[in-house]
């Protein structure tokens, strides 16, 4: 992608919280619509940074700003009860919308997914919404496969989705 801007993964680092949870808010604003009580689910997503205190976030870096994050909770970790404890899972993948379409969403994917190999799982889970017009296809793409229905989150439908690791 000629001119493009370039980005690179890194660690989340505590200086970051602001724009993270920040972030969080504006890549999920276009779906206020959907959810029930978007102000509840609002509140919830704008800390996102709390998820580092039970597994890591990575973030995406285009020049200063950060353009993309994503939790990854490891196998063991505690995390909710639709998911199995020994399954990796990501939560919370978001772009900011200047930056889609340019592979930030799946970059930040396949380093979870690199993530859970080094952790040595077997199978991979996420869960989405088919309002996600975008990362829906994205993860069928890269092999996950929609695996049950999970309770609504907000009055939106959310699926299960797995993927299995090999080596």
Known sequence: MSGAPSFALRDFAAQDASAVNALAVAAFTQYQHAYTDWPIFRERIADMAALAAGGEIIVARAGADI?????????????????????????????????????????????????????????????????????LPMYERMGFTWSSAVPDIHGVAYKLYLKRLDG
């Open 67 to 135: 353009v993309g994050a994503v939790a990854y909770i490891g196998p063991g970790k505690p995390k909710s009860a639709i998911f199995l404890p020994e399954w990796p899972i990501m939560l919370m993948l978001e772009v900011a919308p200047r930056a889609r379409g340019l592979g930030v969403g799946r970059a930040l994917a396949l380093a979870c997914l690199e993530r859970a190999r080094r952790d040595g799982a077997e199978v991979f889970a996420l869960h989405t919404s088919e309002l996600m017009t975008v990362a």
